[in-house]
């Protein structure tokens, strides 16, 4: 998408031919630096350090990782060293694993001096898939976008649809376009009247600082809230469709998304607003049905509760205690929205109820 | 409550027994400073800082900062320019304007000479008055927690009573013992096991900074969560009840409280959990109904959401930014809770259902 008027991917080959670029989105949103990786460690320490971050740019950091690795060492061992180094970087992101053996798996069988000119290609090969699905989900979801739009009209409504989404499902999170905020994207770029509301998503903030911001920066309106607040703009007619995204979806249809979604479908659902949930294919698991039982929760640092980062009036990053000091605090990562809540799922192949029916009409290799 | 094994009130009469001590709440949690008062004029300045807030506080701190004024000029002027100071402090508080005319109404028909008696002798029974409805329904409230605590035994479960609170409803909002909090602090007094979730409550913190100091210092065990988390502790049986505090309660038992309030009574009633809210008898509007259709949301500063301030590692106080520059926030301060999703009410009366019904059995006289 657009930062300020040109357009980037979230990982892109540089100019040069063989060293790949990145955003340090660390320093977002306050910076906007473009950082170089020459070498595969380089790499592996770019997704470690969070400077990329999200499931399918994590693959696609990855997957580059492993051609510039085989570019210093085409080696069996180089080949394989490169795939552990990276493989060590984050715990549990399935789409790192997969990048990974996928390389390796069309490295190894080949001559050592066609491995580097085959690592470039299936690298960018990779990239360019997640962005033709982010891309279909994108347009997909956009039809819903349109469709209230017209229903606003329709009733004599004026203003823009109103959307609320939580967390950073854009296209920081992928290579371009994003899960959640594709289809608004694709509505934005057609022209349709659309407005955000960002939950500031605490405690990592990933609302207030990445999703305010690429939003802001391709130009779409937008208004950040506490996320606090979502419920009583609902109950007053401020938001038309919900729109999230999920790090894994059940068979049955229920949603494992970043902490607090599942209060915001409580509230839509409360309130007969729609409640859609966008994924590309590969967050479904389909050996889970009950997500609330089956899907163990991550628990992250309670500094991440304790503490926040922010940019002093003098442009410095500093990093303050909120609260006082004894005080335990916990942080659950994800919440589990149960598929009674969701009014569809707008995955790359189309939108569908979410519950294993409506999923296995539209994947019938998995019935 | 106590501060460290040392019992205080919010507010109080000085050793010399003229001038008035305060906590400084602005200085919360971070440092606990006490400050004194002498004059009318510094009492209102108290209001109007915040370094006294919540309405019974406010209340009783503008009736001390009546009797500070009539020191210096028990005149009919003094008294009437002390009123007109003191009510401008804040906006919308009703305590203040009910203080503060309470004060006058006895202060003008006596002689000039009797009134600064009068006037420290009816602030003191203002502050133990409220002192007084606060610990009457912290009993009513107790005894809720009590049953969990019987039940939970009955059950073969461990641990705790898990009691979740919103934003701060605790002795610093009002002059002892507190409304949300008051049961809690009966209960623990008592002896009973209790630990409190505490929200951190987004965007003013009041739970990060506030309930979870007074908890701690008190000696109650508690754990700061972010306001996303409730609803999967909800799912997962970590809370067996919610209580909160309401600023306006209608005579249809809607409440209105902090923003964030309706999203955590949704997640109760979803999982079956009780939700109560607790309030001293001041705070219900017997002239309204539906409180989503006919209570004003105040909208606050958008900086109280792009910014947050807190503590940094050389301990001084600082303010950082969270969102991108050109990133517009919204501010809404309070959301209405419909009384379809509340347990019950918990007033100086007893506990009665949250209904036009329940309501007038305790308060016949509305009728």
Redesign the interface.
Same mark, same amino acid.
């Given at each position: 998408m657009k930062v300020d008027g040109k357009a980037f991917r979230t990982i892109w080959l540089s100019d040069d031919g063989w060293a790949v670029e990145i955003i340090d989105q660390t320093r977002? +949103?306050?910076e906007f630096e473009i950082i170089r990786l020459e070498t595969g460690i380089r790499a592996a320490r770019a997704i470690s350090d969070m400077e990329v971050r999200g499931a399918p740019l994590i693959g696609a950091t990855a997957a580059y990782g492993m051609a510039l690795a085989v570019r210093e060492d085409a080696s069996d061992a180089g080949v394989e060293d490169a795939h552990a180094v990276l493989l060590a970087t984050r715990p549990t992101a399935v789409n790192l694993s997969w990048a990974l053996d996928d390389m390796r798996a069309l490295l190894l069988p080949l001559p050592v001096p066609d491995r580097m000119a085959a690592a470039y290609a299936r690298a960018a090969q990779i990239s360019d898939e997640d962005v033709a699905i982010s891309r279909a989900l994108g347009e997909f979801g956009a039809e819903l976008i349109v469709r209230a739009a017209e229903s606003k009209v329709a009733s004599g409504k004026d203003g823009p649809v109103n959307i609320l989404t939580h967390c950073n499902a854009g296209w920081l999170a992928t290579v371009d376009w994003g899960t959640a905020l594709a289809p608004i994207y694709v509505a934005f770029d057609e022209g349709i009247d659309v407005h955000v509301?960002?939950d500031?998503?605490? +405690?990592r903030?990933q609302g207030?600082?990445l999703t305010?911001?690429e939003?802001?920066r391709h130009g779409v309106a937008?208004?950040?809230?506490?996320?606090?607040?979502?419920?009583?703009?609902m109950?007053?007619g401020e938001i038309d469709l919900c729109i999230t995204g999920t790090d894994r979806t059940t068979r049955a249809g229920d949603v494992c998304n970043?902490?607090?979604t599942?209060?915001?479908a409580?509230?839509a659902h409360?309130n007969n607003i729609p409640f859609y949930v966008a994924l590309p294919q590969t967050t479904i698991d389909w050996t889970v049905s009950d997500g609330?039982r089956e899907i163990p929760?991550e628990q992250r640092s309670a500094e991440e509760?304790?503490?926040?980062?922010?940019?002093?009036?003098d442009g410095k990053i500093?990093?303050?205690?909120?609260? +006082?000091n004894?005080?335990?605090?916990?942080?659950?990562a994800?919440?589990?929205t149960p598929a009674r809540l969701i009014t569809g799922l707008i995955t790359d192949r189309g939108i569908c109820d979410a519950s294993e029916e409506g999923l296995l009409e539209l994947f019938p290799e998995q019935k």
């Open positions: 977002l +949103p306050h509301w960002v500031e998503t605490r +405690p903030n207030a600082s305010a911001w939003l802001g937008h208004t950040v809230i506490a996320d606090n607040a979502g419920g009583h703009l109950q007053h970043k902490i607090g599942y209060l915001k409580l509230a409360d609330i929760i509760v304790t503490h926040i980062s922010g940019r002093t009036d500093a990093r303050v205690q909120l609260t +006082p004894g005080s335990a605090a916990a942080n659950f994800f919440d589990v």
